[in-house]
C-alpha cells in the first residue's frame, strides 16, 4: 500500500503548512489543536482559499473536494498552530448537520455565512447534570401558540444553562438541544435550534482553564425567544 501523499496533495499540504505558520506568527497564543485560537481575520483568508466548506457540494455553496483534501490541509494548519477555533465548528459540524437535516430555507439562510467565514457558531448541548448522558439534559424550549392555537407555532422560549460551550463568548449563533417535550421518554422530546447568541436573555460566562485559556463557556438563558423557524429541520 502507497502511503505517500499524490504530488498534487503534497503541494496542497505544503501550500497549508506556509499558510498556517505565517498566521501562527500573528498569534499571541499558538492554537494547540482547534480549541484555543480565534480570529475572524483568519477565517476569512480561510474562506478566500477556498478551504471552509471544502467537501461540502458544488450546489450548496462548498468545494465539492475530498475528505482526503480537507484532511490534508485542517493537519498541516493545526500542525502549525493556526487559528482555526473561529470557524471549526461551523465548518466541520453545523454546516454539514444543517445540510442533512435543515431546510433549504435554512441552509440559504446560514451556509453563506460559514462558507465566507464571517459567522462562528458554538455547540450548546453538555449541561452540569448532562455530559455523557445528554439525554438527561433540563434546558426547556417551550412553544409560544400562535393566535390560533394548535400547531400555529410562533416561537419558542428557551430557559437553562449550558456548560462546556466552547467558544460561546466569540460565537453569533448556538447550536442548541433542548427538551420540547417533557413527558417523553428522556433520550426523545428533544429537538435542536439555531439561536442568535445577541438575542436578549442569554448570559456568556467564560470558564478559565488551568492553563489561563477560557475557550470553555457556561451559556445561560433565560425567557429567550427563538423564531419558529429556527427549529433545525
Ligand atoms: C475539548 C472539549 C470540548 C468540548 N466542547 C463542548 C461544546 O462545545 N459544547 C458542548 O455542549 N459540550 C462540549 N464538551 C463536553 C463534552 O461534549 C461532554 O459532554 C463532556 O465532556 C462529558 O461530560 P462530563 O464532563 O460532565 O463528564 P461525565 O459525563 O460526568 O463523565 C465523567 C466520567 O464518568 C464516566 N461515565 C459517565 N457515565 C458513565 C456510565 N454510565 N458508566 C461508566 N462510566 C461513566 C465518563 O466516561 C467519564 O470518564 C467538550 C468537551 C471537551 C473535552
Not at 89 to 109: E, V, Y
Amino acid at each position: 500500500m502507497e502511503f505517500r501523499l499524490s504530488p498534487e496533495l503534497q503541494a496542497l499540504s505544503d501550500e497549508a503548512h506556509a499558510v498556517g505558520r505565517r498566521a501562527a506568527e500573528r498569534q499571541e497564543i499558538r492554537e494547540d489543536s482547534w480549541l484555543i485560537g480565534t480570529s475572524l481575520e483568519f477565517s476569512e483568508e480561510l474562506a478566500q482559499r477556498g478551504w471552509l466548506g471544502m467537501t461540502w457540494p458544488v450546489d450548496q455553496g462548498g468545494g465539492g473536494r475530498t475528505a482526503l483534501e480537507r484532511f490534508v490541509v485542517f493537519e498541516a494548519l493545526i500542525a502549525e498552530g493556526a487559528p482555526v477555533a473561529t470557524s471549526w465548528f461551523a465548518d466541520r459540524q453545523i454546516g454539514p448537520t444543517l445540510m442533512q437535516f435543515g431546510t433549504q430555507q435554512q441552509c440559504d439562510r446560514w451556509l453563506p455565512d460559514i462558507i465566507s467565514g464571517t459567522s462562528a457558531w458554538c455547540i450548546g448541548m453538555s449541561e452540569p447534570a448532562a455530559g455523557s448522558d445528554v439525554a438527561a439534559l433540563q434546558t426547556s424550549a417551550v412553544s409560544v401558540p400562535g393566535p390560533q392555537g394548535g400547531t400555529n407555532n410562533r416561537g419558542w422560549v428557551v430557559n437553562g444553562q449550558k456548560v462546556w460551550t466552547s467558544g460561546a463568548a466569540h460565537a453569533d449563533w448556538c447550536y442548541l438541544i433542548a427538551r420540547t417535550d417533557p413527558t417523553a421518554a428522556p433520550h426523545a422530546g428533544l429537538s435542536e435550534f439555531v439561536v442568535d447568541m445577541s438575542a436578549p436573555g442569554i448570559e456568556v460566562r467564560p470558564i478559565l482553564d488551568a492553563t489561563g485559556n477560557a475557550h470553555f463557556c457556561e451559556v445561560f438563558f433565560s425567557d429567550v425567544e427563538v423564531p419558529a423557524d429556527h427549529l433545525v429541520g
